[in-house]
């Protein structure tokens, strides 16, 4: 059974940091793109970073050079790293597998407070 559980979301101020980890089971992460989304209320999921199986990586124009996609393949986790989050972070994060099948975690909201 494929499971993403993700974890790290909360509460901050305009300007604060925040790190969420997705961790991975019952797959072979190291061969899984891996992806961040995020869905704010009334608009529609929108991809805000990747990181390929060899390490590479890309922003959404929104969030590059605040934000920091990285893994660890030995403990099949995925991390966003967030900061000088601003209220437009506002929304629910989803993590993301994808490889010859796709598959999606249950989400953690993210709430940034002006």
């Known amino acids: 059974q494929v499971q993403l559980v993700e974890s790290g979301g909360g509460l901050v101020q305009a300007g604060g940091s925040l790190r969420l980890s997705c961790a991975a089971s019952?797959?072979?992460?190291?061969?899984?793109?891996m992806a961040w989304y995020r869905q704010a209320p009334g608009k529609q999921r929108e991809l805000v970073a990747t990181?390929?199986?060899?390490?590479?990586?890309n922003y959404a124009d929104s969030v590059k050079g605040r934000f920091t996609i990285s893994r660890d393949n030995a403990k099949k986790t995925v991390y966003l790293q967030m900061n000088s989050l601003i209220p437009e972070d506002t929304g629910v994060y989803f993590c993301?597998?994808?490889?010859?099948?796709?598959?999606w975690g249950q989400g953690t909201q993210v709430t940034v407070s002006s």
């Open positions: 019952g797959i072979m992460f190291s061969v899984y793109v």
């Open positions: 993301n597998a994808n490889f010859r099948n796709n598959y």
């Open positions: 990181v390929t199986s060899g390490g590479g990586t």
